[in-house]
């Protein structure tokens, strides 16, 4: 009985060190969204992230895919599913939005090209870009939903959810990347 007491008093913090660290990563996750935008949003679109979640750099490029992923969902939806407008001026507000999801989507691409090469020495530049290139593809979604101002309908109802589900999760990714130049990231810069 003493030597299994003796070998679990051993084992104990052992096990607790490595029960903390595989938390660490979800405990980032919690702390990173608690001020998002969209908070509840950020963590459940975060927590189920399969990739890398341990440093800011790591929760800023997760939320940048999460992004693109949903707005090349959007696009290749806009594009390929047939969407069609009644009217002229639905179909015209269409044909923009196309457009502009189709921008939003080379913005983050670019963006997430850029968090994935940051070094100290343009850390700063790169910060600017990618911060400029997430405020674009913002405004690139609120300019898609503002096309519809005057058409009524289901296609509008329908394009306002999907482009507005993007555009929370592109706000997070603004907050994320923002977070991560406020902090500078200097430690978590190179790979």
Same mark, same amino acid.
């Given at each position: 009985?003493?030597?299994?007491?003796?070998?679990? !008093?051993?084992?104990?913090?052992?096990?607790?060190?490595?029960?903390?660290?595989?938390?660490?990563?979800?405990?980032?996750?919690?702390?990173?969204?608690?001020?998002?935008?969209?908070?509840?949003?950020?963590?459940?679109?975060?927590?189920?992230?399969?990739?890398?979640?341990?440093?800011?750099?790591?929760?800023?490029?997760?939320?940048?895919?999460?992004?693109? !992923?949903?707005?090349?969902?959007?696009?290749?939806?806009?594009?390929?599913?047939?969407?069609?407008?009644?009217?002229?001026?639905?179909?015209?507000?269409?044909?923009?939005?196309?457009?502009?999801?189709?921008?939003?989507?080379?913005?983050?691409?670019? !963006?997430?090209?850029?968090?994935?090469?940051?070094?100290?020495?343009?850390?700063?530049?790169?910060?600017?870009?990618?911060? !400029?290139?997430?405020?674009?593809?913002?405004?690139?979604?609120?300019?898609?939903?503002?096309?519809?101002?005057?058409?009524?309908?289901?296609?509008?109802?329908?394009?306002?959810?999907?482009?507005?589900?993007?555009?929370?999760?592109?706000?997070?990714?603004?907050?994320?990347?923002?977070?991560?130049?406020?902090?500078?990231?200097?430690?978590?810069?190179?790979?």
């Amino acid at each position: 009985m003493k030597i299994h007491f003796f070998i679990l !008093t051993l084992l104990l913090p052992l096990l607790s060190t490595a029960a903390s660290k595989r938390g660490a990563p979800q405990d980032l996750v919690r702390a990173s969204c608690v001020h998002a935008s969209y908070p509840g949003l950020c963590l459940r679109t975060l927590s189920s992230y399969s990739g890398p979640a341990n440093t800011p750099r790591d929760i800023a490029q997760a939320a940048v895919k999460v992004s693109l !992923t949903r707005a090349r969902k959007v696009s290749s939806y806009l594009t390929s599913a047939g969407v069609t407008g009644k009217s002229k001026r639905e179909r015209g507000a269409l044909s923009d939005c196309v457009e502009q999801v189709a921008g939003s989507v080379e913005k983050l691409r670019k !963006t997430l090209g850029e968090l994935q090469r940051l070094r100290g020495e343009t850390f700063e530049f790169q910060m600017s870009n990618a911060e !400029t290139w997430v405020s674009a593809a913002l405004t690139n979604e609120d300019t898609c939903v503002d096309g519809f101002e005057g058409v009524d309908g289901k296609v509008k109802s329908d394009v306002k959810k999907m482009i507005m589900n993007v555009a929370k999760v592109t706000s997070n990714a603004l907050y994320m990347i923002n977070r991560l130049d406020e902090s500078r990231g200097r430690h978590q810069l190179h790979p």
